[in-house]
């Protein structure tokens, strides 16, 4: 794995494998599935709908997800979309969409190379 690459992305490799107990094998197994949680996908639809309490779910989910993998940048966004969210401003909140595709498609694209 390459983890300088991840580092670039906002990776925090170190914290993420202590989350992991050390077991490294398993971090990266995590890191590798990463593309394929839908809560990114459901995020965006339910933003599309304008459905500010189903967004707030999968922003919530995908915030605890990214800090679990010691996913930096990409959770300090969703940290902030979340807050938005939590608090009906789905506007507000719509600011953050463009910044969020951004930092999760360089991620994937790092994450599928692997």
């Known amino acids: 794995m390459n983890i300088s690459k991840l580092a670039a992305a906002g990776v925090d490799y170190e914290d993420g494998l202590n989350r992991f107990c050390g077991k490294e094998e398993l971090y990266q197994k995590y890191i590798l599935r990463f593309p394929q949680q839908k ?51 789905l506007e507000a909140a719509g600011k953050y969409v463009p910044m969020l595709e951004k930092e999760y498609q360089a991620l994937v694209e790092i994450i599928e190379e692997q």
């Open 39 to 89: 809560e990114y996908h459901q995020l965006l639809a339910a933003i599309g709908k304008k459905d500010c309490k189903e967004a707030f779910e999968y922003a919530h989910a995908l915030k605890g997800i990214t800090g679990n993998l010691s996913f930096i940048e990409l959770r300090k966004i969703l940290t902030e979309l979340t807050e938005e969210l939590k608090s009906g401003n």
